[in-house]
């Protein structure tokens, strides 16, 4: 079971750091781990657990009540 999540996460840390990475979200979006959800078609879980580590790699932010993409430098 835990590899199943663990597999899930994977995929959702992927497609998250694409969406990031290829500017489908804008850099200073909120984002939403619902929609997100919705849109890779899994639970929460999983996406919560990639934003996690998005946000310990400095790719994603938490604000007071959402959660943001982290606007990019030229040294990034």
Do not use: C, H, N, W
Not at 59 to 72: A, D, N, T, W
């Amino acid at each position: 079971m835990a590899r199943k999540r663990t597999a899930a996460a994977k995929v959702a840390y992927e497609a998250i750091l694409e969406k990031i990475l290829s500017f489908d979200v804008a850099p200073g979006a909120t984002i939403s781990d619902s929609q997100l959800a919705e849109e890779l078609k899994m639970s929460r879980t999983p996406v919560r657990e990639a934003m996690v580590r998005l946000t310990v790699e400095g790719l994603i932010e938490q604000g007071e009540s959402s959660m943001f993409v982290k606007p990019m430098t030229a040294t990034d």
